[in-house]
């Protein structure tokens, strides 16, 4: 009679990044880490074949995406306790960065599996370093919300966030976002927007969120893609703008309600309404 015995290492987990456009892009590293696992766990497996078949990759697929990747955290142990050695990939990029992976990751680091990273693209890096933002301070948000009101909410906290803020949007919401932008912090924020990253339309859209919508309006193709949006207030400016419109109401709180201490400072400072009613807000509560 065989007896099976478990191996005594068991295999490694790979996150491999792989091209965002260019497929000259990918790491003669990535490519023997592919060939070599004996899974590669794919966020698209009908995707991520054709990327495989270009490079002549014939290691088998199987799918991890957001609707079930916490159920594939056991399965993707059994098979590195069979020591099998397993290969991370998303659509493009690097994984887990606002793609699927997060859950299985932070399982096997729990239970001490090797998890070993193979760098590469990343859409984030890849724009920040050519938007002539501020790189050495950045907040990356991933997503913002799809609703106005609580995109608002974040964007109108930009004033307390360090450096470059950074994240992605679609072509469907795109408009939307810096319509969004530019009614919060108006010409107070620089924008540059990178579409079509390393493909042959490569875009780098600069100015602030107003020149960006007549950019738009000039030409609709501006919007098609998916960007990285960064955005760099002056910070300067809005905290001596703030600082004015503190002293004022401190002056028309007590004598005039929120509303109306808002608007008149709103008014004669040139500032945006909402900004001025959470401040007035704010110092109304702490009163």
Request: hydrophobic share 40%; glycine share 6%; aromatic share 6%.
């Given at each position: 009679?065989?007896?099976?015995?478990?191996?005594?290492?068991?295999?490694?987990?790979?996150?491999?990044?792989?091209?965002?456009?260019?497929?000259?892009?990918?790491?003669?590293?990535?490519?023997?880490?592919?060939?070599?696992?004996?899974?590669?766990?794919?966020?698209?497996?009908?995707?991520?074949?054709?990327?495989?078949?270009?490079?002549?990759?014939?290691?088998?697929?199987?799918?991890?995406?957001?609707?079930?990747?916490?159920?594939?955290?056991?399965?993707?142990k059994s098979?590195?306790?069979?020591?099998?050695?397993?290969?991370?990939?998303s659509?493009?990029?690097?994984?887990?960065?606002?793609?699927?992976?997060?859950?299985i990751?932070?399982?096997?680091?729990?239970?001490?599996?090797?998890?070993?990273?193979?760098?590469?693209?990343?859409?984030?890096?890849?724009?920040?370093?050519?938007?002539?933002?501020?790189?050495?301070?950045?907040s990356?948000?991933?997503?913002?919300?799809?609703?106005?009101?609580?995109?608002?909410?974040?964007?109108?906290?930009w004033?307390?966030?360090?450096?470059?803020?950074?994240?992605?949007?679609?072509t469907?919401?795109?408009?939307?976002?810096?319509?969004?932008?530019?009614?919060?912090?108006?010409?107070?924020?620089?924008?540059?927007?990178?579409?079509?990253?390393?493909?042959?339309?490569?875009?780098?859209?600069?100015?602030?969120?107003?020149?960006?919508?007549?950019?738009?309006?000039?030409?609709?193709?501006?919007?098609?893609?998916?960007?990285?949006?960064?955005?760099?207030?002056?910070?300067?400016?809005?905290?001596?703008?703030?600082?004015?419109?503190?002293?004022?109401?401190?002056?028309?709180?007590?004598?005039?309600?929120?509303?109306?201490?808002?608007?008149?400072?709103?008014?004669?400072?040139?500032?945006?309404?909402?900004?001025?009613?959470?401040?007035?807000?704010?110092?109304?509560?702490?009163?």
């Amino acid at each position: 009679m065989v007896t099976q015995t478990t191996p005594d290492v068991r295999g490694s987990f790979y996150i491999v990044a792989t091209p965002i456009g260019n497929l000259d892009d990918i790491s003669a590293r990535a490519l023997k880490v592919l060939e070599n696992s004996d899974f590669i766990a794919a966020e698209d497996t009908r995707h991520s074949k054709k990327l495989l078949n270009h490079f002549g990759i014939e290691t088998r697929l199987f799918s991890v995406h957001d609707h079930n990747e916490r159920d594939k955290v056991d399965y993707i142990k059994s098979l590195l306790d069979d020591g099998k050695n397993i290969a991370l990939v998303s659509d493009a990029g690097t994984p887990l960065i606002s793609d699927p992976g997060y859950h299985i990751v932070n399982g096997l680091r729990d239970d001490g599996y090797n998890v070993v990273p193979v760098p590469g693209p990343s859409a984030l890096i890849t724009a920040l370093c050519a938007s002539g933002l501020p790189t050495d301070q950045f907040s990356f948000l991933g997503f913002l919300p799809a609703k106005s009101k609580a995109r608002k909410d974040i964007v109108s906290n930009w004033v307390n966030v360090p450096g470059t803020v950074v994240f992605y949007e679609s072509t469907h919401r795109i408009i939307d976002s810096v319509k969004d932008i530019n009614e919060v912090h108006g010409n107070q924020v620089t924008l540059s927007l990178a579409r079509e990253l390393t493909k042959t339309f490569e875009t780098f859209l600069h100015g602030t969120p107003a020149t960006i919508l007549d950019m738009f309006a000039e030409d609709s193709n501006q919007t098609r893609g998916e960007f990285v949006v960064m955005a760099s207030l002056k910070k300067d400016d809005v905290d001596e703008e703030e600082a004015k419109a503190n002293e004022m109401l401190d002056l028309l709180l007590p004598e005039v309600s929120v509303k109306k201490a808002s608007e008149i400072v709103a008014k004669f400072l040139d500032l945006k309404k909402n900004q001025v009613y959470k401040l007035a807000l704010e110092k109304s509560k702490n009163d």
